[in-house]
């Protein structure tokens, strides 16, 4: 029988607000079995208060001051045909990014790789060689890495074949070796957490991939005292975060609500090694608890993304990681949403400009400027002088790519020669 309508409407508003009761409950059941209610609330309100819009992001730029920063980079030297397009651009990126800092300041390129490739020797980039003198003139500093693919068992408990600088935990290692062999993009956050003698000297380091490339505002721009900033992520569904929240429970971790944060971090040395290492184990225990034998192996493809997918393992660890080290440590963070991690697709003349962009990272898509179509060599016939006055994320990524191909590799040195070649300039 047809439910009156005043009854109907009374019945669907005793049912809602059951489910809203019920709701509150459960996830206040939740909340304690995860650690203290007013721990987990006060974190969350400190978190949500301080990060939303990069509120409290400013351009810092004290001229008189000597400040020092690593730019630090994984380079796979056994697919160099595939990353030596990034690597060029994303050096000649840094390169033209010297134009706009201020005199004292100076900025390294940091390559971690398993061998000193010709590339890199024709770049000029030095071999296993720290910054020792602030007034040094900036270098591509390129340093020997191990990476988890490559490390023999009964090497690692001899302390053969590992550089003086990295500081590997042998049984993590030995564990990830077993697990992650097909899973490359790992590397690029165990530098971090392995080789940190070889950046600890720096007042910053910017922790990035090379299919990126720097803008000129990144000439003049610091975190704001020990805070670590973040860029954009995409990796997070309402789903994902339910799961990782209950993952951080299952590992006795603490969980401070932050989601979809970026690859590219940019801070403190010493924070930035405290998360590498934190995302190291979560990474570790994700795929041996989280993800089965044919998803490691990528034989589920995409099939549960946006969701879960083994792809971005290393933003779920990085994510757990940060999470927990906010809410147990309270390090300070800034999501630098608007900053760092911009999509290189922005057609917008004023964009970098008025937005204060540092820095563009290439999302994986077909429109201009992508990576895909840059590397298949379809954007061949455009000359770069005629994107001089492109000031756009898409005209200046485009510009600065075709430039760094036109370039050839000793060209690409002396443009490095020449910036801040005095040590008072």
């Given at each position: 029988?047809?439910?009156?309508?005043?009854?109907?409407?009374?019945?669907?508003?005793?049912?809602?607000?059951?489910?809203?009761?019920?709701?509150?409950?459960?996830?206040?059941?939740?909340?304690?079995?995860?650690?203290?209610?007013?721990?987990?609330?006060?974190?969350?309100?400190?978190?949500?208060?301080?990060?939303?819009?990069?509120?409290?992001?400013?351009?810092?730029?004290?001229?008189?001051?000597?400040?020092?920063?690593?730019?630090?980079?994984?380079?796979?030297?056994?697919?160099?045909?595939?990353?030596?397009?990034?690597?060029?651009?994303?050096?000649?990126?840094?390169?033209?990014?010297?134009?706009?800092?201020?005199?004292?300041?100076?900025?390294?390129?940091?390559?971690?790789?398993?061998?000193?490739?010709?590339?890199?020797?024709?770049?000029?980039?030095?071999?296993?060689?720290?910054?020792?003198?602030k007034s040094e003139p900036p270098q591509?500093?390129?340093?020997?890495?191990?990476?988890?693919?490559?490390?023999?068992?009964?090497?690692?408990?001899?302390?053969?074949?590992?550089?003086?600088?990295?500081?590997?935990?042998?049984?993590?290692s030995v564990l990830l070796r077993q697990s992650h062999a097909a899973y490359g993009y790992i590397d690029s956050i165990n530098t971090i957490a392995e080789c940190y003698p070889t950046y600890s000297m720096y007042d910053y380091i910017l922790r990035t991939d090379s299919d990126t490339f720097l803008t000129k505002n990144f000439g003049n721009f610091t975190p704001n005292n020990d805070t670590i900033l973040f860029g954009q992520g995409g990796y997070s569904t309402t789903f994902t975060g339910n799961r990782l929240r209950r993952i951080a429970q299952n590992m006795n971790w603490l969980y401070a609500n932050l989601s979809n944060l970026g690859s590219t971090w940019y801070g403190p040395p010493r924070i930035a090694q405290k998360i590498a290492n934190r995302s190291m184990d979560a990474i570790l225990y994700l795929a041996i608890n989280e993800f089965t034998q044919a998803e490691r192996r990528g034989r589920v493809g995409i099939a549960l993304w946006p969701d879960w997918h083994y792809g971005v393992l290393l933003l779920y660890g990085c994510d757990l990681a940060i999470n927990h080290l906010v809410a147990s440590e309270n390090i300070s963070i800034e999501l630098a949403r608007r900053l760092l991690d911009q999509t290189t697709t922005n057609?917008?003349?004023?964009?970098?400009?008025?937005?204060?962009?540092?820095?563009?990272?290439?999302?994986?898509?077909?429109?201009?400027?992508?990576?895909?179509?840059?590397?298949?060599?379809?954007?061949?016939?455009?000359?770069?002088?005629?994107?001089?006055?492109?000031?756009?994320?898409?005209?200046?990524?485009?510009?600065?790519?075709?430039?760094?191909?036109?370039?050839?590799?000793?060209?690409?040195?002396?443009?490095?020669?020449?910036?801040?070649?005095?040590?008072?300039?």
């Open positions: 029988m047809a439910i009156p309508f005043k009854k109907r409407g009374l019945s669907a508003l005793i049912l809602s607000l059951f489910a809203i009761i019920t709701t509150d409950l459960l996830r206040q059941r939740n909340i304690l079995n995860f650690v203290d209610v007013s721990t987990v609330y006060a974190v969350t309100r400190r978190v949500n208060l301080l990060l939303p819009n990069d509120a409290d992001v400013r351009i810092y730029q004290p001229i008189s001051s000597t400040i020092t920063r690593g730019v630090l980079i994984f380079y796979p030297h056994n697919k160099e045909i595939i990353f030596r397009p990034e690597l060029l651009w994303f050096y000649h990126s840094w390169v033209e990014m010297m134009n706009y800092e201020p005199p004292l300041w100076r900025t390294d390129l940091i390559i971690y790789t398993e061998v000193y490739t010709d590339v890199l020797k024709e770049l000029g980039c030095v071999f296993n060689r720290f910054r020792t003198d591509c500093r390129m340093f020997l890495y191990q990476p988890i693919s490559s490390r023999r068992t009964p090497d690692l408990y001899k302390n053969v074949n590992i550089p003086p600088y990295q500081q590997i935990n042998v049984r993590r057609r917008d003349p004023n964009d970098i400009e008025k937005n204060n962009r540092l820095h563009l990272h290439c999302w994986h898509t077909d429109d201009m400027f992508s990576k895909f179509q840059f590397k298949a060599g379809n954007y061949n016939h455009i000359h770069p002088h005629t994107l001089i006055n492109d000031t756009s994320p898409a005209g200046y990524a485009l510009r600065i790519a075709l430039e760094s191909r036109l370039m050839s590799l000793t060209k690409l040195k002396q443009t490095l020669q020449r910036a801040k070649s005095s040590p008072n300039t």
